[in-house]
């Protein structure tokens, strides 16, 4: 978790232990009850994740429990809509698309101590001691970061905290921290169960390591290894993840398993600011080990960061994590803050697994999580070989889209240049717009352009991004190629062939984007089917009669607060 780094140093400060079980409680935030917020702002995504007001970054403590019941946390400050001040928003979903705001789940300690990012794990057999006639209780692990009162950053340690209610409230643990440091760059623990051990992957994040514990409760931790200097380095490592998953075949049988390393960079990538790599292996409890030297990135753009997988997931089945769909190079400035008194959001969940991608090898595929909570109607099924699709879905009160396009029959040896498929999103009241394409022929690349969207102006704004997409082995004169994107007011997701690449964009435009044009230019015989759905604002059904989401109100006591007012059946 990175905030005002220009704060932090790498000096050693001398750890001040306190084993403290209270928190410190600013006086402008309210306890007890959820924050009201808007969700009716023109820039405000309506299927996405954001906070109902303030600050929220980096994804944390996510699992789902064994009713189904999504627990996703975040970095947040409710004081202010820049970085600081650092609590745990907190929101539940039966979905994944319709969240219900929580109070705040931790508070900070001390009034000058943080609680950074972490995670959170269900200890269904008691390991930990804390729950002894239950079988739901949750343990959060997290960094608490210590600042000087003359701004210099202090040690970070990593601490626990437990919950009796099935993750609602949480009391820090008496003996904490359970992993000490006297170093200033220590944090983001993820913890998961390996065979017959708890496992937390924390980062050393300059110098540049990720550090393997082991414990046994929880509480008492042992170090075993460290996955050090590989792939893209930026300037720190932060939030590492360590998840097991299925490698599938083309037909999407399951026909192995391996673990997965994510650690996010801040800043240093490609295009400036924060990125997420990964890296493919095996893990034996105390080791991890890369199959190759090669650096993956999970996304070609530039919001997608310290993404987190949800805990509770079987490793036989696809993975689902969720990511923040921002960049520390310019979230600060975005301009929902000031016209509408929120910054961030979430990417869109996505399920995920291990595959062969031609020429490039195993890759992570990403494909957006089962839509069918939010999907509304169709609004377009056509078919056509080169030509032209426009809809103008101004009605579409959500302003949100799903798109998918499929491409059969397309004779690579025919492709010319000029044999694209563009998908781009205009505002005819402005004249703004969002492109996207894929060039068939010479290096294959899709392309997204926000750079004729006006509403945000920063130097770091980096507008124009370009992946390579290898989509045929080449073993076939005939191909095919897909992909799926989401288009939710001011956030876009694309997922290119089968979700082999990815990418998140954010965009501000000074008047909604309601025209949407997909041109195809193919080779006779190529056929191409395009169908575009509206989405359900998932925001709407929780709003009162002012607009505004009170988020759950019930009483912590009351059984009426752990219901949801959407329920679903809980499979990835």
Known sequence: ?????????????????????TTYVNPAVPTGTPIPGTYTGPLRPQVHFSPPEGFMNDPNGMFVDANGTWHLYYQYNPTGVVAGNQHWGHA?????????????????????????????VVDANNTSGFFPDQDNGVVAMFTLARYYENGTAGPQTQSIAYSHDGGYTFEYYEGNPVIDSTSSQFRDPKVLWYQDRWVVAVAYAQEFAIGFWTSPDLKTWTFASNFSRHGLLGAQYECPNLVQMPVRDASGTVIDEKFVLAISIQPGAPYGGSITEYFIGDFNGTHFTSLDAATRLTDFAKDNYAAQFFSGIPGSQNQVNIGWASNWQYTQQVPTGNLEGWRSTMTAPRAKYITEAPRIGLV?????????????????????????????????????????????????????????????????????ALQSGFYFGGDNPFFINRGGIRGFDNIFFTDKFSTADVYTSGSSDLASWSMQAIIDRSIFEVFVDRGIHAATVVFYPTQPLTLLNVAANLPKGARVSVDIWSLKSAW???????????????????????NMMYKSDFSV
């Open 92 to 120: 539940t979903s039966t979905d994944l698309y319709h969240w219900v705001n929580q109070p705040i789940a931790l508070f900070p300690p001390e009034k000058t101590v943080y609680v950074f990012s972490g995670s959170a």
């Open 1 to 21: 978790m990175a905030w005002l780094v220009s704060l932090m140093s790498a000096a050693l400060f001398p750890v001040i232990i306190i084993a403290q079980s």
């Open 364 to 432: 992570v595929v990403e494909e957006p999580y089962d839509l069918s909570p939010v999907l509304d109607t169709r609004l377009n099924t056509s078919t056509f070989e080169s030509g032209t699709v426009a809809l103008d879905y101004s009605s579409v009160e959500s302003g949100a889209l799903y798109i998918e396009v499929n491409v059969t029959n397309i004779n690579i040896t025919q492709l010319t240049a000029y044999s694209t498929l563009n998908v781009s999103f205009a505002s005819p009241a402005s004249g703004e």
């Open 540 to 562: 709407a059904a929780f709003e009162d009669e002012q607009g505004v989401v009170l988020g759950n109100v019930t009483s912590s006591g009351d059984s009426v607060s752990r």
